[in-house]
């Protein structure tokens, strides 16, 4: 993968929470490059530094030691050219859906009109398939409507880096897949870089150009898959042998970061490779 200009880079990057019990080490020396445009999913056992990876990429946290670069500024404060979206949409209930998707214009400067930000949004809705849904209050909408709604706000600004933490892991498997092609519809119709942590290897494969294992804490970057899948992808393309052989690889380097493995009990396929710099 061509890291020569990347968009979100960690250098060395290491991250301690302070607690009552003592500082607890979350992160270390953990390095990362995601090229400009690319998407680029994390994965790894739960509790590993997942979240507070997000946190220092947005700039709501700073780093202990090393360095987050945004292309080619180092992140020191909170960026208005990052969008984010969560696991829980969190809508405003007392603004429509419209309303809900134009709010980074009330917070982030934008060159774009009134006229302008309001046809955007319209023209989101429509491509994550909620036209005619502008008008409604979040209540009104199902749980899958309401992620495709955050979805559509997260990036309404046109940001350059679009943060994603475990956007889909509440939703149910069907709803999740569809949305999933939507991740795939928005990118194609505007790219961006994107930063997905997500807990379903299958999710990471679908839609990654590289997928980033962490270690247990303190995290590293222990594995790195190139994701080798050409061409539009679908819903089919996860049942490759192919395929079968990165989620293998990847279930393994899971496995391996719990504790529960170890590089030796890899599984045989000799198809992906560990990046430069992961551990
Ligand atoms: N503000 C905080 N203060 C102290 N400890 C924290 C804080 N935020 C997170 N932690 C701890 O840091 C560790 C990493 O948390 P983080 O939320 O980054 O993990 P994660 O990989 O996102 O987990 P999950 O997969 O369960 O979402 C956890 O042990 C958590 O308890
Ligand atoms: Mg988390």
Redesign the pocket.
Known sequence: MNTANPMIELKSVTHA???KAGP?P?LDALTLQIPENSFCAVV??????????TRLVSGLMKPNEGEVWLHDQKVTSPRPTVGMAFQNPVLLEWRTILQNVMLPFEIVKSPMSKAEAHDRAMHLLDLVGLAGFEGKRPSELSGGMRQRASLCRSIIHKPDVLIL??PFGALDAFTREDLWCTMHDLREAEPFTCLL?T?DLRESVFLADQVIVLSG?PAHAQYVLDVDITGKRTLDDLYTPKAAEMLATLRHQIQVAQGRATDADAPLDGHPTKAEGAA
């Open positions: 929470y302070k607690t607890l979350v790894g056992p739960s509790g590993c530094g997942k979240s507070t990876l933490d475990e942590i807990h804490r």
